[in-house]
């Protein structure tokens, strides 16, 4: 009688022995065996996964934006520099206007000086000694 209760659960031993036995024996590495208690979360795992994320994303918009503005920057300076190499440009076009031989006796005359009809030439071959 003691037998006869005891040979389902042998039955089911042998199935077990024999699926068993058609796994490989020798591994790397043991099986992970995770006590109660201490089973990895998926939901914090993706969760941290999804935060690193999210920081490198905004920590790239940010260096982004700064190169960005940068540029801008740039561009700003070299059109104050445009401006600027004009107005240099005006101020000496004027000032070779204003250095003109024609304009400078049109000034002189304005001051009240007069051309001189008989120039003199100072001869510096006649040294004194």
Request: zero cysteines; aromatic letters at 4%; glycine letters at 4%.
């Amino acid at each position: 009688m003691a037998i006869a209760l005891l040979t389902p659960t042998i039955a089911r031993s042998r199935a077990a022995v024999i699926n068993g036995s058609t796994k490989v024996v020798l591994r790397l590495v043991p099986d992970l065996r995770v006590e109660a208690g201490e089973e990895i979360q998926l939901r914090a795992f993706s969760t941290v996964l999804v935060g690193i994320f999210v920081v490198s994303l905004v920590a790239l918009l940010v260096i982004n934006t700064s190169l960005n503005q940068d540029a801008f920057v740039l561009q700003r300076m070299k059109h104050q520099m445009n401006v600027v190499n004009d107005q240099r440009d005006a101020v000496l076009r004027s000032a070779a206007l204003k250095g003109s031989p024609d304009a400078l006796s049109v000034a002189a005359t304005k001051l009240g000086m007069v051309p001189d009809s008989t120039p003199s030439f100072i001869d510096l071959s006649k040294t004194s000694k």
